[in-house]
């Protein structure tokens, strides 16, 4: 998972395209009845879909949850708050008021959005409808309500807190990072959740970030044996040394495909290796 920022997005996204969300918005405040709310819902969804491309370009063509990229796949358009319904509360009527608001999608894989079971492993998970809150947690049920009293247990790539608490193992696996800074008694709950419900850990996933972990682990090993020679008098190795730290840096960059996963192989092999240790100040 890599930090979104919504202000770069909300660059991205024409202002006409804003204009007529907002007056969706207030038509969507003056319905009557929650019927004639749906109404204008489904007249409108094309809404969100237009900007999809928008919200991939802001992330390389990344899902935002869990750094996938899949050009064959639709991928959606999540609404993080869901718009119809809440999965966890049967009363709630969906954040309805947030249905054309920008800074409430997120660019999503089929995986992380839809519901899916991996047969082999039985693993299952997609976020669909639902916004699990932490136990006592205010939640906001009508559009003078603010969201920002509630206390979301799914981590949200747009905000840099709950990016900061995720960690990859060598195992490809998503746990909670040992270092992070700011820290809750739910912040292991979160990972959790999130692991369940946006499906972090399905198999394949899990198979690609294992071997880019590995991948990042062997590189810096083999570079470090060049630095070793190049440092010990074979000048002509100097050339050869910085290709391997370029190669590497490709890893780490936002575009590519797991570069948490890449960042957090090099942060955990950083006291072993000369070259893990180089790239952790990179700035990329």
């Not at 899949?70 to 718009?83: G, I, L, S």
């Not at 669909?128 to 932490?134: E, G, N, R, S």
Request: glycine share 4%; with cysteine.
């Amino acid at each position: 998972m890599i930090f979104v920022d919504l202000e770069e997005v909300a660059a991205l996204l024409p202002a006409k395209w804003k204009n007529h969300c907002l007056s969706v918005t207030r038509e969507l405040e003056k319905a009557a009845t929650a019927e004639d709310r749906d109404e204008i819902l489904k007249a409108n969804s094309d809404l969100w879909r237009e900007v999809k491309e928008k919200l991939a370009e802001a992330s390389h063509g990344k899902c935002w949850y869990c750094e996938s990229k899949n050009v064959r796949a639709d991928n959606a358009v999540d609404h993080f708050r869901p718009k119809g319904r809440v999965a966890e509360d049967s009363n709630h009527p969906g954040y309805w008021w947030l249905a054309f608001d920008y800074k409430n999608y997120r660019f999503s894989c089929t995986y992380c959005n839809s519901r899916r079971k991996h047969v082999q492993s039985g693993s299952a998970g997609g976020k669909q409808d639902h916004f699990p809150l932490a136990v006592g947690s205010f939640r906001a049920y009508r559009s003078s309500d603010s969201v920002d009293l509630e206390r979301p247990l799914l981590l949200d790539p747009c905000s840099v807190i709950d990016v900061s608490m995720v960690w990859y193992d060598e195992e490809g696996k998503i746990k909670l990072n040992p270092s992070t800074v700011i820290a809750d008694p739910v912040s292991q709950n979160r990972i959790d959740i999130s692991r369940t419900i946006l499906h972090l850990d399905h198999p394949y996933t899990v198979e690609e970030r294992k071997r880019i972990y590995l991948k990042i682990i062997s590189l810096c090993n083999k570079a470090d044996l060049i630095y070793k020679q190049y440092s010990s008098g074979n000048p002509d190795l100097q050339y050869l040394y910085k290709e391997r730290l370029a190669e590497l840096a490709q890893f780490l960059t936002r575009s590519a495909e797991y570069s948490a996963v890449a960042r957090c192989a090099i942060r955990g092999h950083r006291e072993a290796s000369l070259t893990a240790n180089v790239l952790c100040d990179v700035p990329l």
